[in-house]
């Protein structure tokens, strides 16, 4: 299993999420060609990992919700 390089621009660069992809695309290939042949079909396993990153998506949405919502009750002295 290869390892994901890190970033080697900063984050406000204008190529950032395309470099991110560069380094992610060996991971996500050999990760999509193992459930392949364990036997899924390749719609289901692509239609799965869209489904999973949909699901990151929200959750990381609605941490940061939280997170906001949390900051402004500190601040009130509620919490």
């Not at 621009?9 to 060609?33: G, T």
């Not at 869209?50 to 009750?73: C, G, P, R, S, T």
């Amino acid at each position: 299993m290869s390892k994901i390089p890190p970033p080697t621009v900063s984050n406000d660069h204008p190529d950032r999420f395309v470099r991110c992809q560069d380094a992610l695309h060996v991971e996500f290939q050999e990760f999509f060609d193992r459930a392949v042949n364990a036997g899924w079909r390749p719609e289901e396993v692509l239609i799965s990992l869209i489904e999973l990153a949909d699901n990151q998506a929200l959750m990381m949405q609605a941490n940061a919700e939280v997170e906001a919502a949390l900051k402004v009750l500190k601040r009130k002295g509620f919490l």
